[in-house]
């Protein structure tokens, strides 16, 4: 079991920016592909960015690539979504998620093991 928590979502105005943190539980984090996911009200949920077990390897959203970056701190047991420029059309539920398989297809949620409980990030025009 790997208990996710994530922390730092709120609301901003347009053009804001927002950091989000995902702590983790345990003593295996470092073995997990970290991924970062929204959900937006009747919309699915989406891939945003990912990481590496390493930190080595990040991913993107084209949606978001520019302004979100993604980090990790494995002594610490966390990963960060700095967001910056934020826009009405991020606003939506945030999920942090672990995943332990050997894929590098970081972007399908049906691969992730753990999920977080998500934090809201609501952005004003």
């Known amino acids: 079991q790997v208990p996710l928590v994530e922390s730092g979502g709120g609301l901003v105005q347009a053009g804001g920016s927002l950091r989000l943190s995902c702590a983790a539980s345990?003593?295996?984090?470092?073995?997990?592909?970290m991924g970062w996911f929204r959900q937006a009200p009747g919309k699915e949920r989406e891939f945003v960015s990912a990481i590496s077990w390493s930190g080595g390897t990040t991913y993107y959203a084209d949606s978001v690539k520019g302004r979100f970056t993604i980090s990790r701190d494995n002594a610490n047991n966390t990963v960060s979504l700095q967001m910056n420029s934020l826009k009405p059309e991020d606003t939506a539920a945030y999920y942090c998620?672990?995943?332990?398989?050997?894929?590098?297809?970081?972007?399908?949620?049906?691969?992730?093991?753990?999920w977080g409980q998500g934090t809201q990030v609501t952005v004003s025009s």
């Open positions: 345990g003593r295996t984090f470092s073995r997990y592909g």
């Open positions: 998620a672990a995943k332990s398989g050997a894929s590098l297809n970081y972007r399908n949620d049906r691969l992730y093991d753990y």
